[in-house]
């Protein structure tokens, strides 16, 4: 394995085996069973891809698309059915909540039990101890037994501890989402700054997390690559995949040929034209300094549209959001809008001054 590749994924299948009845599954573990007498269940299917060193890989998909059984795999906790999986360097990962600890144990104790599962001598895990415990924020707790905690609790101590154990290698497994804003913040902070020197397997809901994070996604659809690239790109086309008519507009006729295959909706209404204009009533192709601006949206309804809403966010190149306005509460009283009917809407506010 090349020194270059911290994860390689060959031909990686999972097959379980689903059974009527426990007694079922009984005898088949004491004299073997028929295929017949048990339901096979392929989790996932002849994966392949790898993960260069330093690199941020995203995971996205639908839950049960075998995010989390790919994951286990690559950790070690779980064994493919077929194919194999190599990863050159240390791994740490935080993946089902409260993995790994154990529930009678105090917060501390589980602290010097999952370090020294990582490598970590006492000495390495008392030095780290009060860094572990500013990072993870719990106070007193870390003296009582974990059973006691909350699930945001868990993943503050759980993060903590894989932040200070040298990892070449971080696998985060949604782990995230039960935290609270704070908390999330800084873990993402964290990350961004592991990205320096390590190499992340990041799973995630949140496509916008994996666009500010991950330099490439890979897009898991029933256990099977659907789509990987940059991380921009196949988080798009997974989005557009909630509109499975987004080929085709009000009428039924195919769109795909004149339009990007990215752009999805129920084609009940269309974007016509969109434009930023200084405060002259100039198109606005460059940003010097904060100014104010109009951004004018011209739509065509394709069918009767009631409680219309016309919107825009400005974002980064990454696709976070940095702000935006609606037609909510600019506009009311506007009800309805006839099939065919086109409507222009006008923001006008202050566009600030931004970064290059």
């Known amino acids: 394995m090349s020194s270059d590749v911290a ?24 004299f073997g069973l028929r295929e017949a007498r048990c339901q096979p269940f392929d989790a996932l299917h002849a994966l392949s891809f790898g993960v260069g060193r330093g690199e941020t890989l995203g995971v996205i998909g639908r839950n049960g698309a075998g995010k989390t059984t790919l994951l ?24 089902e909540l409260g993995a790994g600890f154990n529930p009678e144990f105090t917060g501390r104790e589980n602290v010097y039990m999952n370090a020294a599962i990582y490598g970590l001598d006492r000495a390495e895990i008392e030095r780290a101890m009060p860094s572990i415990l500013a990072f993870a924020e719990i106070g007193d707790f870390i003296d009582h037994p974990v059973k006691t905690y909350s699930s945001g609790m868990f993943v503050r101590l759980a993060f903590a501890v894989i932040a200070h154990v040298r990892a070449d290698i971080l696998i985060i497994d ?4 039960v935290g609270d804003v704070y908390f ?14 390590g190499t992340l397997v990041f799973v995630s809901h949140d496509v916008n997390s994996v666009i500010n994070l991950c330099d490439r996604a890979i897009w898991l659809d029933r256990g099977r690559i659907a789509r990987q690239g940059p991380a921009k790109e196949v988080c798009e086309a997974y989005l557009g995949s909630f509109y499975p008519d987004s080929d085709t507009d009000a009428s039924g ?27 002259a009533g100039r198109p606005l192709t460059l940003l010097l300094a904060a100014q104010p601006v109009q951004l004018r949206v011209r739509c065509r309804a ?15 190149r990454l696709g976070q959001y940095l702000f935006g306005e609606n037609s909510l509460k600019l506009l009311p009283g506007w009800t309805r809008v006839a099939a065919g009917a086109s409507v222009e809407v006008r923001f006008t506010f202050r566009m600030p001054h931004l970064a290059s």
């Open 174 to 177: 949604e782990a995230l989402a």
């Open 72 to 95: 286990q795999i690559i950790c070690g906790t779980l064994t493919p059915s077929v194919g194999e999986v190599a990863v050159n360097g240390r791994v740490a990962a935080l993946l």
């Open 253 to 279: 006729a195919n769109i795909a040929g004149s339009r990007a295959r990215e752009e999805f909706g129920t084609g009940r209404a269309r974007i016509e034209k969109a434009e930023l204009l200084d405060a």
């Open 7 to 30: 994860i390689r994924v060959e031909g990686v299948a999972k097959r379980y085996r689903i059974f009527a009845r426990p007694f079922d599954r009984l005898l088949h573990q004491l």
């Open 302 to 316: 394709g069918e009767d549209i009631h409680d219309p809403i016309v919107g825009f966010f400005v974002k980064d």
């Open 184 to 197: 999330t913040q800084k873990c993402m902070r964290f990350l961004k700054r592991f990205k320096d020197s």
